[in-house]
């Protein structure tokens, strides 16, 4: 069992930069895949990056590449989101969620957090 937890939502202007921290407890954090998802009002929950269990690979959806980076530190059980140039269209729930496998699907993804909401103003 692995719960997580999200913070560093909030409200940033366009071009703002925002770090979502998402902190786990339970056992062996470190044997997870952590993604981030985000899911803005009415529509599907996506995928926006993961990152493997050791931290040597990362994956992201075209539309946050080279704009949002996923890093983690498996001696605080932490997983991160740095965002930068943030757009309106970035608005959403952002949840962070853990997998045995490396993917990007959601349903591979077993634990989810509550969710911080992140919205960017115009």
């Known amino acids: 069992q692995v719960q997580l937890v999200e913070s560093g939502g909030g409200l940033v202007q366009s071009g703002g930069s925002l770090r979502l921290s998402c902190a786990a407890s339970?056992?062996?954090?470190?044997?997870?895949?952590m993604g981030w998802f985000r899911q803005a009002p009415g529509k599907e929950r996506k995928f926006v990056t993961r990152?493997?269990?050791?931290?040597?690979?990362?994956y992201y959806a075209d539309s946050v590449k080279a704009r949002f980076t996923i890093s983690r530190d498996n001696a605080k059980n932490t997983v991160y989101l740095q965002m930068n140039s943030l757009k309106p269209e970035d608005t959403a729930v952002y949840y962070c969620?853990?997998?045995?496998?490396?993917?990007?699907?959601?349903?591979?993804?077993?634990?989810w957090g509550q969710g911080t909401q992140v919205t960017v103003s115009s």
């Open positions: 969620a853990a997998s045995l496998l490396n993917t990007a699907v959601r349903n591979g993804y077993r634990y």
């Open positions: 339970g056992r062996s954090f470190s044997n997870y895949v």
């Open positions: 990152i493997n269990s050791s931290g040597a690979s990362t």
